[in-house]
């Protein structure tokens, strides 16, 4: 039984979630292979094979995968998959933006229902993961041969080095031409990834304003090394960009301390971060949802507490 985890990465190394991922195939007692699709991405498969736990790291490498399309993706996996007859009984991707793209795709062209967002693993067909905004949690068994399973990555610890896994070519699919990608705008920032924050900051709807949200909120997250989140609520009233947005419609995060400043709590927002070690929340508001989830709770103006709390630390 081989366990086929597709990597994601830069080309030039290997996102976090995917470390977290190969845990979670790890569990499931087969050998576990990396899938790495991409263009130039030597370095990457060279990242792949040094992570523990891995017993052979597959490459595609074409320009067909350079700017990572579901579409082109998808189609790769499946052939893999296929080439492999009936030895890769699983297929594995972190529940993050890619994986969400890519294996609903996998799992169609394979007949297969797509298993999402597990959080835990009971046996090779037998899996835990959260519904109704995390407030229940399914055990689910399938029957296919082939499991598509996406990961909650805040669930499983990252796995680490010490491995030395063989680094294989793979036949690569012709490039499906179903899209283009026309151009990207990134959010650049010297903060951490917020995925991967061990202290984040979020700010929601009670700060009222974007300038309001970085001057309040910049400086305690540049005091702690802290990244940045917000509700969707402060995304959708334009003070941040939505990939700050930290929720079941957002980011799934796990931080070692999580601040959340002029966040109500709706069930969304608690769904993305009540997993969080330290939950710490300042709101005006003693009655807000997210003193239920909070170990510290200060009820108190924002605008007066934040800066005192800044000028403390």
């Known amino acids: 039984m081989t366990v086929l985890v597709i990597a994601e990465h830069d080309n030039a190394s290997l996102k976090a979630?995917?470390?977290?991922?190969?845990?979670?195939?790890a569990r499931l007692g087969g050998d576990v292979a990396v899938l790495v699709a991409g263009s130039g991405a030597a370095a990457a498969a060279q990242a792949a094979a040094a992570?523990?736990?891995?017993?052979?790291?597959?490459?595609?490498?074409?320009?067909?995968?350079?700017?990572q399309s579901a579409e082109n993706l998808a189609a790769q996996v499946v052939a893999v998959v296929q080439a492999a007859g009936a030895s890769i009984s699983h297929v594995l991707a972190p529940a993050s933006t890619f994986g969400k793209n890519v294996l609903p795709r996998v799992a169609a062209l394979l007949d297969v229902a797509q298993i999402s967002d597990i959080v835990a693993v009971e046996s090779a067909d037998t899996f835990?993961?959260?519904?109704?905004?995390?407030?229940?949690?399914?055990?689910?068994?399938?029957?296919?041969a082939v499991k598509v399973i996406t990961v909650r990555t805040t669930a499983f610890e990252a796995a680490g080095a010490g491995?030395?896994?063989?680094?294989?070519?793979?036949?690569?699919?012709?490039?499906?031409?179903?899209?283009?990608?026309?151009?990207?705008e990134l959010t650049k920032s010297a903060r951490p990834e917020l995925g991967a924050a061990k202290?984040?900051?979020?700010?929601?709807?009670?700060?009222?304003?974007?300038?309001?949200?970085?001057?309040?909120?910049?400086p305690l997250a540049d005091k702690l090394g802290a990244a940045l989140g917000a509700s969707r609520a402060a995304v959708d009233a334009g003070y941040v960009p939505n990939d700050y947005q930290v929720g079941q419609t957002g980011k799934i995060v796990a931080p070692q301390l999580y601040l959340a400043v002029?966040?109500?709590?709706?069930?969304?927002h608690l769904a993305g971060m009540k997993d969080s070690k330290v939950i710490v929340a300042i709101n005006k508001d003693p009655?807000?949802?997210?003193?239920?989830?909070?170990?510290?709770?200060?009820?108190?103006d924002l605008f007066e507490a934040v800066p005192q709390l800044v000028a403390a630390v």
Do not use: C, M, W
């Open 262 to 268: 002029g966040i109500s709590g709706a069930i969304q």
């Open 128 to 144: 835990v993961r959260p519904i109704y905004a995390g407030n229940a949690l399914a055990t689910v068994k399938s029957a296919d």
């Open 163 to 184: 491995g030395s896994a063989a680094v294989e070519p793979v036949a690569v699919v012709a490039d499906l031409g179903q899209s283009k990608l026309v151009g990207r």
């Open 51 to 67: 992570v523990a736990g891995v017993a052979r790291v597959l490459v595609a490498d074409s320009a067909a995968f350079a700017e």
């Open 17 to 25: 979630a995917t470390l977290n991922t190969i845990s979670a195939a």
């Open 287 to 300: 009655e807000a949802p997210i003193f239920q989830v909070a170990d510290y709770g200060l009820v108190a």
């Open 199 to 218: 202290i984040i900051v979020s700010g929601g709807r009670g700060l009222g304003s974007s300038e309001n949200y970085h001057k309040v909120l910049e």
